[in-house]
């Protein structure tokens, strides 16, 4: 085993392992690069030679009825200890050194924005967690599937990339042939009280969320337009992940004759509800000042598959090291953001994860 995926789709209980048995993933530097490509998509959010696409290719499927029955690959092992009580006191000086680096990070964000130069910008960053015991990795993945029965739930391993947790809401594209279907998901609440009974049916959007949301929507239509004459949106609507609710606008698509899911794909990743806008511009200036190196976060993830390709954007995931847990979550700012707002919302993201731990 050189490689391997773990994963169930949102409402659904069956579960996939997909193993790569020989030889190393295979490295891309190019979405378009996945045309014709088999197997288990594993993308960062800066694509680069040290942080490349990864293909897990197919060689041994097995599928479980549900998450109960799921099991690890044969021969795996990862050396980690990050249980214990010893690391609070570091904890906490973490903490507030993620602070900080948070408030020097949100004031240079907003600067750009108020300036003008910039529509949207997504500020993320990471937080170091360790449990309070030792914690069997397969047994986090059947309790996220358990506790997130709406989200795409991974489990995935390669030595390029290492081992990660993902319980993500976001489609990127889905399909086969020429039908396919993508999302803009943006704006975030949390729901607290009497709200956790539903699905989020009585939320009162503020502006902000609104007018993000529809930020996102509009790029993704405007991209589309490039590949597609067949276009249809629906939304937006509201759609509970976990203990938040997202806002979400649907897009069915027809592609044109000769286009290929890569060249989508090249398009659209990294989509404003990750990035900003305009997209290239804020994608460099994420790059060159944001502290907290995204890894693998808000990239995306899942099968391409013969009979089908799934994707989803990178949300709601921790990397599993051999000492801590690394969280990683993010939110989008607008020229008026309030950086409190914002910290709390980053809490309330980085809670999917936590609530994993404290299991």
């Known amino acids: 085993m050189t490689g391997f995926a773990l994963y169930r789709f949102p409402h659904e209980q069956q ?13 891309l530097l190019s979405c378009a690069d996945l045309n014709d490509c088999r197997g288990f998509v594993i993308a960062p959010f800066d694509i680069s030679a040290d942080l490349p696409i990864l293909l897990i290719k197919p060689d041994r499927l097995e ?8 099991r690890l690959p044969d021969g795996f092992r990862f050396a980690s200890s990050p249980g214990g009580r010893t690391v609070k006191a570091d904890n906490m000086h973490a903490s507030n050194s993620c602070r900080e680096t948070y408030d020097e990070d949100f004031r240079s964000f907003l600067l750009q924005l108020e300036t003008g130069k910039f529509r949207k910008l997504v500020l993320a960053r990471c937080a170091d967690e360790c449990a ?8 986090l993945f059947k309790q996220a599937c358990k506790l997130y029965p709406r989200l795409f739930v991974s489990l995935t391993y390669t030595a390029k990339s290492g ?11 889905e399909g086969c042939g020429n039908k396919w279907r993508t999302i803009a998901l943006a704006g975030t609440m949390k729901l607290e009280g009497e709200q956790l009974n539903g699905e989020g049916e009585h939320v009162c959007w503020s502006t902000k969320n609104i007018q993000e949301q529809r930020y996102v929507a509009t790029y993704i239509k405007e991209c589309l337009e490039h590949f597609s004459d067949e276009i249809r949106e629906e939304g937006p609507r509201t759609v509970r992940a976990a203990n938040l609710v997202h806002l979400r606008s649907d897009f069915s698509f027809i592609l044109l ?5 890569g060249e989508v794909l090249q398009r659209l990743h990294p989509t404003p509800a990750v990035c900003g806008l305009p997209k290239q511009e804020a994608f460099r200036f994420i790059i060159e000042h944001e502290h907290s190196p995204r890894q693998y976060y808000s990239g995306f993830l899942g099968p391409m598959l013969q009979d089908s390709t799934r994707l989803y954007v990178s949300l709601r995931c921790m990397q599993i090291l051999p000492d801590r847990f690394r969280l990683y979550a993010g939110g989008g700012l607008l020229k008026g ?10 809490e309330a993201k980085l809670e999917t994860m936590r609530r994993l731990l404290k299991s």
């Open 257 to 261: 004759n000769k286009v290929r899911p």
């Open 163 to 173: 081992l990660w947790l993902t319980a993500t809401p976001e489609i990127l594209l």
């Open 132 to 139: 309070e015991t030792q914690l069997d990795i397969l047994f």
């Open 337 to 346: 953001s309030v950086e409190e707002q914002e910290w709390q919302e980053t």
């Open 15 to 27: 579960v996939t392992l997909m193993e790569q048995t020989e030889g190393e993933p295979q490295e």
């Open 63 to 70: 599928v479980f009825s549900n998450a109960s029955l799921c």
